[in-house]
């Protein structure tokens, strides 16, 4: 079993609890002109406050007209919060940022409720971005990976086990892959299975008087769902799947993974019956 490729790009996250973070980007320039940028994040409770500043060549904090886009997603690239807005230069107000002294910055609030849950980095973070467009001149972005995110829920497949049922169940030999496999709720899963039909008996007799088998696949373990089976040599999405008598097929099981948390082995069953 293997968890269906997903496009891993970090872009954007803040889920930091009790905590005050400062960044800064600079792309170098003239003074009086935005050319850095700087993002402070600050938790108080359930409430996040975002303070970005915009600074000259000289280090000044300055206001300017422009697009603010804020976002926050998961190591897969996933967005879990977004947040855009036109500023003018009256946006940007006075605020005491290190207890004694003040600087000059937009600020908004959101809190933890807009947040989703997500697939963290390795150390638990995501990664949030900012990006400032000028009317005129370069954006401005600023990214960190430096925040903890919310978790969905661990999927952990221990083993995968698929049984046979059916009034010609004995006839098909079943083979598929029994990895171990870690993944979250909402991924899909891709389950490779092989199917092959023996129906030769003595002297070449067939055993059943039938041109095939209809197999029909379902999951038995709880909150996982089979919303595809492909067929990889046609890409056709068939169910039940058709069996000729004395032939092997290869498929692949598309299954979606539950809401909660899970660990333990996945297991399917596949019912078997001459086709009509």
Request: proline fraction near 5%.
């Amino acid at each position: 079993m293997k968890l269906i490729p997903v496009i891993f790009v970090a872009l954007l996250i803040v889920a930091a609890i009790a905590a005050t973070y400062l960044f800064y980007s600079s792309n170098g320039g003239n003074a009086g002109t935005p050319e850095g940028i700087s993002v402070l994040i600050r938790t108080t409770g359930s409430n996040y406050s975002v303070y970005v500043g915009l600074k000259d060549s000289a280090g000044n904090f300055v206001s300017s007209a422009g697009n603010l886009n804020f976002a926050v997603a998961d190591s897969r690239g996933q967005r879990l919060f977004s947040y855009a807005r036109h500023l003018i230069g009256a946006d940007f107000k006075q605020y005491r940022i290190d207890g004694s002294s003040t600087s000059l910055r937009y600020s908004f609030n959101f809190s933890e409720a807009e947040l989703k849950p997500g697939v963290p980095l390795q150390n638990g973070s995501g990664v949030a971005q900012v990006i400032f467009t000028p009317p005129h001149g370069s954006a401005l972005r600023l990214s960190t990976a430096s925040l903890t995110i919310k978790a969905l829920p661990k999927i952990s497949i221990e083993s995968v086990n698929i049984s046979k049922v059916g009034s010609v169940g004995a006839y098909v030999t079943i083979a598929w892959s029994r990895f171990t496999l870690t993944a979250y709720s909402g991924d899909l899963l891709a389950e490779n299975v092989s199917l092959f039909f023996f129906n030769v008996g003595d002297e070449g007799m067939p055993l059943l008087n039938v041109l095939g088998i209809d197999c029909l696949f379902s999951v038995n373990t709880t909150g996982f769902q089979l919303v595809a089976v492909f067929h990889p040599d046609t890409k056709l999405n068939a169910s039940p799947v058709f069996l000729v008598s004395n032939a092997r097929i290869a498929i692949t099981l598309i299954l979606k993974t539950p809401s909660h948390g899970y660990s333990g082995p996945l297991i399917m069953q596949v019912s078997m019956e001459p086709a009509s």
